[in-house]
């Protein structure tokens, strides 16, 4: 098994000793989704079809959006990294023949195999609530593209979060600029509203930046709110940025190397 | 507080209040009403939310935040060993001045929002409203206290204080949209819907007693749970000195 595999199997138990953190998630996981319902079915109540979707759609639209959280979605990766910078458990990596790009992608990818199991548990548990209410999509070319669009994604809030942890080789407290980010990518990312809602002019603005494709453009392909030739240009666009943020990613990286002092024995 | 820190926090909040607005604005660009509520009227609601929680961000929120990390770590000595109530020198440990300064942007909120909607409340709707406030701010005091409490039997419970954030969005809900079971979860057993509604209410309607008795129960109730759950975790705390 490659040292990445290891570092994966590490990351699962470790993670798995949080399990009741993502138990707590996945309960007001519940409590996210009522709210939607309640104020979205307040909005419909006067309206058959809002920016002309249904209710039906609207909602399976965030269920989508909350369901990849658990699958793909970054959690507390920077906060981590910002430790083990700040309590020195970096300098172990700069010894040994292993990335912590690598490394911590493995165990990011560890933390949401167990978070999606809770995903799943909460989706089975939600389903048979909310049966009327979700839409399921039946075009397998969208269901194809969602699959690397998913990738991407992940690649995407990772590589964001990674960077907003390495800020600790400059930063005592990165806290700030990582809740001052969320604000800006759960806005920009549709968590609060479906991005298609917005004027067109905005939507357009915001299809070009990265974080379109932190939860909006997977969610939107998978409910089938935009077809095959939307996902695949979006695709494209999306790579180019996945891109962009690993490279981001490494050059933050040597940079702030450059700024380190390992102290200690 | 560094001037730095300051700065980004106090635009954090800033921004945070602007998701809500913005989310406001989407919303009612598509209907013109909610639950029977206008835009302003809504945003008023919000901006009266978002007061409450501004203030428990600028009051409690650092004191209680570190309270349940200080719990897991042992670091819940030092509480311990001042000679005051532990609950009242963990949670007022400190002042967050970007929390303070963003509540100034709240009461602009629900300030512009009166404005649009011609209202012009007097001095005794304003006292009225203010102690509906203060009575919200000590409900949010008590759950978050509850919340973190839970520190003392689950240890690695992190992140549960994240819990107060999600029931807190129901308090940007109008009570009218809440019907069935989510009625009687969270407006009569969950008082999330009652403090942002009550004191909204005193502006857009003028004194309700109801509103004000009712809000003024789940204040004492509340808060007496907390001290309780508080008190109970207390004596499971162990030292984590010799």
Redesign the interface.
């Known amino acids: 098994m490659t040292k990445y595999g290891q570092a994966f199997l590490a990351g699962l138990q470790s993670n798995l000793?949080?399990r009741?953190?993502f138990g707590?998630?996945s309960i007001?996981w519940f409590?996210?989704l009522?709210?939607v319902?309640?104020?979205w079915?307040?909005?419909y109540?006067?309206?058959p079809t809002?920016?002309g979707y249904t209710f039906a759609q609207t909602l399976t639209y965030f269920v989508v959006i909350f369901v990849l959280q658990f699958f793909i979605g970054a959690f507390?990766e920077d906060y981590q990294i910002s430790e083990d910078i700040r309590n020195g458990l970096i300098n172990q990596f700069l010894l040994k023949p292993i990335h912590y790009y690598g490394y911590r992608l493995s165990v990011f990818a560890a933390a949401r195999v167990v978070s999606g199991a809770f995903g799943i548990v909460a989706l089975l548990v939600a389903l048979p609530i909310f049966r009327g209410y979700i839409v399921i999509p039946h075009d397998w070319t969208l269901i194809a593209l969602s699959i690397p669009a998913m990738c991407l994604t992940a690649i995407i809030q990772f590589s964001i979060a990674y960077c907003f942890g390495l800020l600790a080789f400059w930063f005592l407290?990165i806290q700030?600029?990582v809740?001052?980010s969320m604000?800006?990518e759960?806005?920009l990312g549709g968590q609060?509203?479906p991005l298609d809602?917005?004027?067109p002019a905005v939507f357009n603005v915001i299809r070009f930046l990265p974080f379109f494709y932190q939860a909006y453009f997977p969610a939107a392909i998978l409910t089938g709110r935009k077809g095959v030739d939307f996902a695949l240009q979006g695709l494209a666009i999306q790579a180019f940025w996945a891109f962009v943020l690993v490279c981001l990613a490494e050059f933050v990286w040597r940079k702030g190397l450059k700024h380190h002092t390992a102290a200690g024995g | 507080m560094f001037r730095g820190d300051l700065f980004i926090w106090a635009s954090v909040e800033l921004l945070w209040i602007s998701v809500n607005v913005i989310m406001v604005g989407v919303i009612y660009s598509h209907t013109p009403t909610v639950a029977g509520w206008s835009m302003y009227q809504m945003l008023l609601l919000v901006g009266t939310s978002m007061l409450i929680q501004r203030f428990l961000m600028g009051f409690f929120w650092s004191g209680i935040f570190e309270m349940g990390r200080n719990v897991r770590t042992g670091l819940f000595d030092f509480i311990l060993a001042q000679p005051g109530d532990p609950l009242f020198m963990a949670s007022t440990r400190k002042l967050e001045l970007d929390g303070l300064l963003n509540s100034l942007v709240a009461m602009g909120l629900v300030a512009y929002s009166a404005r649009k909607l011609g209202l012009h409340p007097g001095l005794l709707d304003l006292g009225y409203y203010g102690f509906m406030v203060a009575c919200g701010v000590m409900i949010h005091f008590s759950f978050l206290v509850m919340a973190v409490s839970l520190a003392f039997w689950i240890t690695s419970a992190q992140g549960v204080e994240g819990s107060y954030f999600t029931l807190m969005e129901f308090s940007r809900l109008p009570k009218q949209a809440f019907s069935g079971l989510a009625s009687v979860i969270f407006v009569w057993i969950l008082p999330v819907v009652v403090v942002s509604n009550a004191p909204a209410n005193e502006i857009l309607h003028g004194f309700n007693r109801d509103w004000m008795l009712g809000l003024c129960a789940a204040t004492i109730v509340w808060f007496a749970l907390a001290v309780l759950v508080f008190r109970s975790g207390l004596k499971r705390y162990t030292s984590a000195s010799s």
Do not use: M, Q
Request: proline residues 3%; neutral net charge.
């Open positions: 000793v949080y009741w953190n707590v998630r007001f409590f996210h009522a709210v319902y309640i104020l079915g307040a909005a109540a006067a309206n809002i920016g507390n407290e700030g600029f809740i001052l604000a800006v759960t806005l609060i509203v809602l917005l004027p």
